[in-house]
T-cell receptor, first 113, second 116 residues
Framework: AQSVTQLGSHVSVSEGALVLLRCNYSSSVPPYLFWYVQYPNQGLQLLLKYTTGATLVKGINGFEAEFKKSETSFHLTKPSAHMSDAAEYFCAVIPSNDYKLSFGAGTTVTVRA | EPEVTQTPSHQVTQMGQEVILRCVPISNHLYFYWYRQILGQKVEFLVSFYNNEISEKSEIFDDQFSVERPDGSNFTLKIRSTKLEDSAMYFC??????????????FGPGTRLTVT
């Protein structure tokens, strides 16, 4: 079985500061990893994904994440937060022998002016 | 850019009533999914659908739930007799393939179901 743990249900950052959202997973087979973002009253939008190959993946809106197998982590970062980054962020995993997403509990990001 | 659409955006119903949530997946996609998110909880997988049949369902997806692809474009989730605990945001998703990476699923904006 697979699971996803997101550390911190709420993160508050100042505009221009680093955004770091932590995600750890467990999976019995090599995983595919995803970060989704949900803006208020909207659906889930894919930010970025890791499948195979380069472990540092870049996504939309300046976000990137690094797959670290030894740490079973897939942390999301953005060097400089913008007010528009205020949203809820979900880490998700699909084991490579499966197809249904397992989501973390989500992290709500607020950005202070 | 093609997108998944869902209607209605918000549905209020009384306990015991039947509801149908509608989704239009991306047109060339082959795999369809329903997920739900109870307020304050994780997004949970409900069911997947391929080639006009359910390919997998979770333990949440009991006999009160059914899915259907009535025509070439719509994908529906029916709850026969709603309970208070069915109140949640329901997300439809679709993907073009399951074979090989990236298993990317595209989500609709969701339908908020409120059972009173």
């Amino acid at each position: 079985a697979q699971s996803v743990t997101q550390l911190g249900s709420h993160v508050s950052v100042s505009e221009g500061a680093l955004v770091l959202l932590r995600c750890n997973y467990s999976s019995s087979v090599p995983p595919y990893l995803f970060w989704y973002v949900q803006y208020p009253n909207q659906g889930l939008q894919l930010l970025l994904k890791y499948t195979t190959g380069a472990t540092l993946v870049k996504g939309i809106n300046g976000f990137e994440a690094e797959f670290k197998k030894s740490e079973t982590s897939f942390h999301l970062t953005k060097p400089s937060a913008h007010m528009s980054d205020a949203a809820e962020y979900f880490c998700a995993v699909i084991p490579s022998n499966d197809y249904k997403l397992s989501f973390g509990a989500g992290t709500t990001v607020t950005v202070r002016a | 850019e093609p997108e998944v659409t869902q209607t209605p955006s918000h549905q209020v119903t009384q306990m015991g009533q039947e509801v149908i949530l509608r989704c239009v997946p991306i047109s060339n996609h082959l795999y369809f999914y329903w997920y739900r998110q109870i307020l304050g909880q994780k997004v949970e997988f409900l069911v997947s659908f391929y080639n006009n049949e359910i390919s997998e369902k979770s333990e949440i997806f009991d006999d009160q739930f059914s899915v259907e692809r009535p025509d070439g474009s719509n994908f529906t989730l029916k709850i026969r007799s709603t309970k208070l605990e069915d109140s949640a945001m329901y997300f439809c998703a679709s993907s073009p393939s399951r074979q090989g990476a990236p298993y990317e699923q595209y989500f609709g904006p969701g339908t908020r179901l409120t059972v009173t």
